[in-house]
């Protein structure tokens, strides 16, 4: 019995969001992965469910931009607008500069991000 509530107090020190994450969020979303890499194949990179499949996850990113810049919480809540959108722009023009890289535009933009953060703060 002792043993069992040491073991619920180890994880209520801060570990169980972890295990609730890897349960509930990374698991049932891999099954899926790896479902679709043995489903799609065979099909051509222009098949229509690819094309539409590719459409819906752009979509989905592009609303995931969009509240992050309009609506932010947390953290991000501090930075002001105007670096939120420079950050983006930073990230966009990488992106260009370094011939079509996401790692150069995801790191730019995320160097002008974090940099706008700690001068808010201060």
Known sequence: MTATLAALEHWSGGLWPYLVVILFGFLPSEIWRWASVFLVRGLSEDAEI????????????????????????????????????????????????????????????????????LLATG
């Not at 969009?66 to 930073?90: D, E, I, N, Q």
């Open 50 to 117: 690819l094309v539409w499949v590719r459409a819906v996850a752009t979509a989905l990113l592009a609303g995931v931009v969009a509240k992050l810049l309009l609506v932010p919480s947390g953290a991000l809540a501090v930075v002001p607008v105007f670096w939120r959108w420079g950050a983006l722009g930073a990230g966009i023009l990488a992106f260009f500069v370094f011939r079509k890289s996401m790692i150069a535009g995801v790191i730019f933009g995320e160097i002008v991000l974090i940099s706008a953060a």
